[in-house]
């Protein structure tokens, strides 16, 4: 998240409307194209795709920036594919490398 913020500040707002992230090691099995492009979109987990809720694995500890509490719980997301406009590509990273940055100095590590 840290990589990407930096690379949004000092390059990228420049040069593009929309930024989609993805693993390097992802394999795509079919066509992927402009109609994944929205102001935000994410990827719905496979290992859990289908599952109840009961069966995501939601930080639980208040103490964690990461936590979900009970009554809050939807979807489960992966990091593997994700992206939005540059604005908000920007905004979700800067927030997520600062929210680990507040659990590291509070030794809390996800999972």
């Known amino acids: 998240m840290e990589v990407i913020s930096n690379f949004i500040e000092q390059r990228f707002h420049q040069e593009v409307d929309y930024l989609v992230c993805a693993n390097v090691d992802m394999k795509f099995s079919d ?31 208040p103490p964690s920036q990461a936590h979900i509490p009970e009554d809050k719980e939807g979807f489960y997301y992966i990091w593997a594919l994700f992206g939005e406009s540059m604005p908000e590509v920007y905004r979700l990273a800067k927030a997520c490398h600062e929210a680990m940055i507040v659990d590291q100095v509070n030794h ?3 999972m």
């Not at 290992?47 to 694995?57: A, H, M, V």
């Open 31 to 61: 066509d992927v194209g402009m109609e994944i492009l929205s102001s935000l979109f994410g990827t719905l987990h496979p290992g859990f795709y289908g599952l109840t809720q009961k069966y995501f694995e939601y930080k639980r500890r």
């Open 108 to 110: 809390i590590e996800a």
